[in-house]
């Protein structure tokens, strides 16, 4: 192994999570920052938490809101079209009657 080239490795580097939790590790810091851990990851804890950045949340519950409301009303659209299709038909069908 070359001299001088490897950084200095810190077998009791403390690791340091924003939840609070730590515990030590080896590294070539000599602490370390971290924002998600085992103890507060949702995969590992069970939970569902929301981390918004930037309205990313706000943004895709607006499109998924949007799309349900052009559904809906396609959907009553539908159900429009074809009442009046059978109301339609009906009045044929007694206008036939009628004529016999």
Same mark, same amino acid.
């Given at each position: 192994? #070359?001299? +001088? $080239?490897?950084? #200095?490795?810190?077998?009791?580097?403390?690791?340091?999570?924003?939840?609070?939790?730590?515990?030590?590790? +080896? =590294?070539?810091?000599?602490?370390? /920052?971290?924002?998600?851990? =085992?103890?507060? /990851?949702?995969?590992?804890? +069970?939970?569902?938490? $929301?981390?918004?950045?930037?309205?990313?949340?706000?943004?895709?519950?607006?499109?998924?809101?949007?799309?349900?409301?052009? %559904?809906?009303? #396609? %959907?009553?659209?539908?159900?429009?079209?074809?009442?009046?299709?059978? !109301?339609?038909?009906?009045?044929?069908?007694? +206008?036939?009657? !009628?004529?016999?």
């Amino acid at each position: 192994m #070359k001299t +001088g $080239i490897h950084p #200095k490795y810190y077998p009791e580097a403390k690791v340091t999570c924003s939840c609070g939790n730590t515990w030590t590790t +080896g =590294s070539t810091q000599p602490e370390i /920052h971290t924002d998600v851990c =085992s103890a507060c /990851h949702p995969f590992y804890t +069970g939970e569902q938490r $929301i981390v918004d950045t930037a309205g990313q949340v706000d943004r895709f519950m607006k499109r998924l809101r949007t799309k349900d409301e052009i %559904r809906a009303r #396609k %959907r009553a659209e539908a159900e429009a079209r074809k009442a009046q299709e059978e !109301a339609a038909r009906k009045a044929r069908a007694r +206008g036939e009657a !009628a004529a016999e």
